[in-house]
């Protein structure tokens, strides 16, 4: 690193700019010394501090990853020194498998949904969806029906950014640069009630009318050719969609009654982020597969999984039967080990325990805002909430001046001035979003509730 007259953050932020090509993220738009760069050197308890010492809120956990924020590091550095000293890595490959793997599949069939028993290991998300697509797809195959080629998914969701995965995710600026999608995908209605005619606040009428439009899709691609449904428990694309009574259950009729796999991604929602280990759970949800990643590790090492039911890898493990399916990384004793740990804690320290205690004040401190003239709508459950922004437009849409100087600007902006990092989206439809750790108290909470009331108000002030 250069030395001289500048700052040691500034230094790092140039070096950025001339070596780092960052994720999501128009890097010609950060300035030739990357001035526009936050550049986070660490974090405690739910705090994160960047390189000029600024200490801020993390309310979106990381990229809800961090559900146990940033004060564990010793424990895991000493889960992490005990395997590497023992075993730095082992392939989960032809007939090879390490302890610490094996451990942590068993125990994650211990608090997994119903029915699910084993693990197929992964790097991350991504990684962990497209092993769902190809296990379902070997699945049928095995069952002796190889026509099962198509996939279903939901408007606005998104399920990662490898070519797979891409397939899966309805978001034009996502996938049309990269040409036609490697899965042929049909997309229905997420479970967004937020201005849709008032009868739909009837969950009963609500679900029916979804499960029917389902339905009808399936049966207008032909039943035959549908290999599996895909849908968050709680859809973040779109700002923390929850889904209506009796939703989930519909899903695994349809899928039982044509033949499909039902896939939950929980990617970001399992690990105690709605108060259970497994989102779908607080919705009766059945899958056939369930996706993770982030929290499985607290962020502390990278890792993803896909899970299965006992039923699916019975056709799958048929004498004869191959998966041609593999990563490198999977499973690694590093991040297995961290896994473990993290684990340990969240029992130790009773981290679901503090979502659900803590869930309804949250809930209502976030549903205040419903008083102010930019908020719409706001949604979510346990710690995980957003909020639909209305604009300066009839319909309540964003002129793109409104856009430029509110939801680019002003919004981010103030929010970090006040010490608090969230995501605010600027795309189809503006959202403010937040995730915060999973050991926050009421105290933290009502600091972020209230630094969301502030800038909304600026904001709204000036719509």
């Known amino acids: 690193m250069t030395t001289g007259t500048r700052t040691p953050a500034a230094e790092l ?86 302890p610490t793997a094996i451990e942590l599949a068993e125990q994650l069939s211990r608090i997994a949904p119903v029915d699910i028993e084993h693990t197929f290991f992964a790097g991350g998300g991504a990684e962990a969806v497209e092993t769902a697509w190809k296990i379902a797809r070997r699945y049928h195959a095995l069952r002796g029906e190889p026509g099962r080629v198509k996939a279903i998914s939901r408007r606005g969701a998104y399920h990662g950014l490898t070519i797979g995965t891409l397939s899966l995710t309805d978001d034009p600026g996502l996938t049309e640069p990269y ?47 549908v290999a599996m449904l895909i849908a968050e428990p709680v859809q973040n694309r779109g700002g923390c969609i929850t889904p209506p009574t009796g939703y989930w259950q519909g899903l695994r009729a349809l899928a039982d009654r044509y033949g499909f796999l039902l896939v939950a991604d929980e990617v970001i929602t399992a690990f105690g982020r709605l108060g259970e280990w497994f989102g779908g759970d607080r919705y009766g949800a059945r899958p056939d597969l369930v996706t993770v990643a982030k929290g499985i590790t607290a962020g502390y090492a990278p890792m993803g999984a896909t899970l299965v039911t006992g039923r699916v ?90 856009r430029a100087d509110l939801i680019a600007d002003l919004i981010p902006r103030r929010m970090r001035e006040a010490g608090l990092l969230a995501r605010v989206y600027n795309r189809s439809a503006p959202l403010v979003q937040i995730a915060p750790p999973l050991i926050s108290d009421r105290a933290l909470l009502d600091a972020i509730a209230d630094i969301l009331a502030q800038t909304l108000a600026e904001a709204s002030a000036r719509i």
């Open 13 to 98: 932020s140039a070096t950025a700019a001339r070596h780092l090509l960052l994720n999501m993220t128009p890097n010609g738009s950060l300035g030739p010394d990357g001035e526009n760069l936050l550049v986070v050197e660490r974090g405690e308890g739910p705090y994160v501090d960047d390189a000029d010492g600024r200490r801020y809120i993390d309310g979106l956990s990381g990229l809800y990853c961090c559900q146990l924020g940033y004060s564990y590091g010793p424990e895991f550095a000493e889960a992490a020194e005990r395997q590497l000293r023992e075993l730095c890595y082992s392939p989960l490959w032809t007939s090879s498998a390490h």
């Open 179 to 225: 040409g036609a999608p490697a899965i042929d995908t049909r997309f229905v209605s997420n479970t967004n009630r937020f201005g849709l005619a008032p009868e739909f606040a009837d969950d009963d009428l609500y679900t029916a009318h979804l499960l029917a439009e389902l339905e009808a899709e399936i049966l207008a691609e032909g039943p035959e050719t």
């Open 313 to 402: 890898v019975e056709v799958i493990n048929r004498p004869g039967a191959v998966l041609n399916h593999g990563y490198t990384f999977a499973g690694h004793p590093l991040s297995a080990a961290i896994a473990l740990r993290n684990l340990d804690i969240m029992e130790r320290d009773r981290i679901l325990e503090n979502v659900r205690g803590l869930q309804d004040h949250l809930a209502a401190r976030m549903n205040t805002l419903m008083d102010l003239p930019i908020v719409g709508d706001v949604r979510g459950t346990g710690f995980f909430y957003s909020c639909e922004l209305v604009g300066d437009l009839d319909g309540g849409g964003f002129s793109d001046r409104a």
